[in-house]
């Protein structure tokens, strides 16, 4: 049987075999999302093939290393020239490497470095039945409180899974603010999210909490996935592609028609309107800005903390650098009718998220008021529509993250009977217990604050400014009303740390491994450095600013 | 040559930073380090004015650039020195009086425990006026400036142990933040202006500056002079000033740092002369003040606080002559050259009789004294003499000019303005006479003497430090003492007739302060010859007074004008129902305004955030369906107003 009979076995169609050209792939600059991606194929295999005992260390060492060499690649691609004069769309169109792209990867990588160092953690938690335990419950599939939980704890099981599922996050966050297509920035999108419903799910501790956490956050981030989606079939239909690059061409008008098939939608502001927003709003959930922003605290609470840390710092910067791609590259052209619409939200969101913080009283859900909060300024900085605008978003990004990490790592170490002292009632004397903790989270606090000599106050600044510089001089005094606000809430903490008594039965200062200890002093070292000495930052922000199209 | 001008600043400062961080080790040599410094920097000065002596007069004045202080683009301030004639009178005079006083004080001090701190600051003093005379701009003049106010701070409150030296103390520098502040606006009012701070520049650009600007700044400058010189309305603290030992009484608070303020004046020549509101106010304050010192003058029975109305009055003849404008800034620094020697020669004479008295400062309770401090006496005798204008010496000289011009200043005010400096003669006449008699003539009231106790007179008790009040059994002073008094004493009875015969001050200080000879309605005969009539009018008075009656032990009840006299004219009175009282009430009333307006409005917005967080923090309520439909609805606004603001 020859070739061509093989073939006509299972192919009907009349019409003559079209020859598919092999597509063209960079894998060189797509090597960051490569290695992570490869690598958490290979932690599965690990799971699957190495022995319980040496897990734990396999997949860290899988982990670090990935993720090390991701960076390593990010680092290189840029000195290569592909942030500023190389830049360019690299698999057939669907991925861009270009400044942001390349600078907020790099950001998202040691964010999930000094997670991974946060995820492996292991000194915090007693000792239970001669084993040292993660954050991390025994055996996810078991049921809280059940004999098998019971069991899986007696024997000594750890859910080693995080690393790999950690590890499949950060690939969807390195795609996400790099895709040029709205294909690629779906699937991101859902790759990202899928592993991180599931990490919320399995705390250690008020497992039933967690669990109700990741349900939430799985059904509430599907409606918003479907909004997305729905906004993508929309703009599909005004434009006849989801090429980020078509779009832009249809929205400006340079291009007429695209797709014969689609004359009858074509060019229907109402669908790229309607569309566009959908997207958008599906981003906004993301970064939670309000009113899409409730899943956040309840999400922020129940998760374990090390993962509401990393999600916390990692997630905002990937969905701020897709929406700022789809903004300024898709969108430019219809600037005058999303700017009022996002100043509206970025209003809300700064004005909301310092409000309802005033009054909360656990530390995790105060972090995520304030990370709504901090949301309502980056949107400033996004609204700006000026090179410096989006330079000082990612400067934003790239503080807020360390600052964020750091802080969600000081809240684990701080412990009592019940695992982790969350009530803000249990901190106060904490200062006089444990100064230098206590220290470290007020340097944390401040730099969420914006004082001046915190990365915080740079990054604040920068975003301001660029704001005031771009016309939205309104936003700017809602934005600094709302730092007076916050202001509050952060410095009542440390009040509270510093100059309230002791309680007596008070929470323990858990002494973490090296692990923890990296990450908090690597947080504090980039928040000092990036207020002290902003400049050189800034000006690395400045040069990744452009967006290739 | 040029470089030698850094030293005189270091040379004492050096002293002070070596007596105040040395130690106890130094206590013995203390003294002594600090006389050879300040005598140090006299040499250095004396040095410089030959040098200067033999230059022709466009080359005499010379500057020294240090080093930039604060180099920012469009603030420029440098750390730089300038000689000239006018700087190296007062180099002269700060140095040499100032040599004389340290020698002094190994004497007058040496019993106390803290001497080395005491010369220390005395050298930190001297420094400063240096720096303060000796600056080239103003913003390092103003640097000298709070240093003679830090170190006279130091000084009067020297017996911190004394309640009453303490809040005199804290008095002074009270008072003299007021003048500071003047000061301090008149140099931003400069910068704003000129742009720099310089001497040389500022004073240039004033004929291209508006009147208006000028007259501001010279009000400012005049504030602080009247600060530093103790005028009125800032006089009050020179008074209880001398609650500070009695060197630094004659160096700080008669001699230098209080004229500090014709200084200024006289340096700002340009400013003055191109604002004739300024100068009109000046001319009023110092006439003001002559006649206010010298009335307080007359009532006090504190010799040291009559010198300190005699002071105030006599510095107000020179902020008088300074308000003048050229026809007067040369006679200005001629009396306060003259004063400088005369004044500090009465106050060390009073010093001397103190010493000798167990430090009864009390003139009731002195009375024939020249038997037993015929030095004292004699020296004492001819500061009198050179203060009253007696013929042919010092004060004659520099008095009789600065009443000479008052009349040119021509018109009315030259009238009013003469009329006041001859009265005020007069009563100078009197005051000194008064305490002359009261002090080494009549009876020795000081014989069987009860300790006195503090209500007996507006008079504080004396020192308690040093001795009992037991009888006094006067003595001449040691040698120490006396040396620097006579030498002091020839300054009182040449200097006048050296700077005044042919010119010579005249000639000396033209350069920088230019000279306008006034045209006087009455010729330099009258003056003279009405200045004599009215100080033997005044001699003769005191004499009636307190030379053919006996002078009685307790003050006299006296007329309302003795009482309010005795009070300082009233001045702390003033002070203390419309300053402090008003202080008060304005502080009161602000707090009122914090607590309820401004504290409402903080708590009120608070309260509300707090409430309204409540509120919101209800919408969360933990269902998914409810965060869906905010979502839902979020989504729907956000489609609806992009819509909308296409279609608007």
Known sequence: MSATAVHSLWTTAADPIQKIDAPNIEYGQLSPTLIVIGAAVIGILVEAFVPRRSRYYAQIFVSVVALVAAFAAVVALAAGGYGTTKAGIAAMGAVAVDGPALFLQGTILLAGLLGVFTFAERRLDPVAHGNRVDSFAAQASSVPGSDSEKAAVKAGFTTTEVFPLLLFVIGGMLVFPAANDLL????????????????????RRKRIMSQEAAVKYFLLGAFASAFTLFGIALLYGYAGSVSYATLAQVVDGTIETVNPALVGTMGNDALLLIGAAMIVMGLLFKVGAVPFHMWTPDVYQGAPTPVTGFMASATKVAAFGALLRLLYVVLPGLRWDWRPVMMGVAVVTMLGGAIVAITQTDIKRLLAYSSIAHAGFILAGVIATTPDGVSSVLFYLAAYSFVTIGAFSVVTLVRDAGGEATHLSKWAGLGRRSPLVAAVFAVFLLAFAGIPLTSGFAGKFAVFKAAAEGGAGALVVV??????????????????????????????????????????????????????????????????????? | MENLIALLVAAPLLGAAVLLCGGRRLDAVGHWIGTALASASFVIGAILFADMLGKDEEHRAVGQHLFSWIPVEGFQADIGFQLDQLSMTFVLLITGVGSLIHVYSIGYMEHDERRRRFFGYLNLFLAAMLLLVLADNYLLLYVGWEGVGLASYLLIGFWQHKPSAATAAKKAFLVNRVGDMGLSIAIMLMFTTFGTFAFGPVLEATGETGEGKLTAIGLMLLLAACGKSAQVPLQSWLGDAMEGPTPVSALIHAATMVTAGVYLIVRSGEIFNAAPDAQLVTTVVGAVTLLFGAIVGCAKDDIKKALAGSTMSQIGYMILAAGLGPIGYVFAIMHLVTHGFFKAGLFLGAGSVMHGMNDEVDMRKYGGLRKYMPVTFVTFGLGYLAIIGFPGLSGFFSKDKIIEAAFAKGGTEGWILGGVALLGAAITAFYMTRVMLMTFFGEERWRNQPTPSPAESDVEPAAEHRGTHAEPHPHESPKSMTIPMIVLAFGSVFAGGFFGIGDRFLHWLEPVTEHAHGHSPLSATTVTLSTMVVLVIGVGLAYLQYGRRPVPVVAPRGSLLTRAARRDLLQDDFNHVVLVRGGEHLTRSLVYVDHTLVDGVVNGTAASMGGLSGRLRKLQNGYARSYAVSMFGGAAILIAATLLMRAV
């Open chain 1, 184 to 203: 690629t920035l779906f699937i991101a999108l859902e790759v990202f999210s899928l592993p991180l419903y599931l990490l919320c799910a399995v705390a």
């Open chain 1, 479 to 549: 934005g600094v009303i709302s730092s007076a606000i916050a202001a509050f809430f952060y410095i009542r903490v440390i009040v509270l740390m510093f100059f309230s008594e002791p309680r007596p039965e008070g929470p323990t200062v858990a002494v973490p491994s090296p692990l923890t200890m990296t990450a908090i002093a690597v947080g504090v070292a980039v928040t000092l450095v990036l207020g002290v000495a902003p400049q050189y930052f800034l000006d690395l922000a400045g040069q990744a600013g452009v967006f290739v199209r």
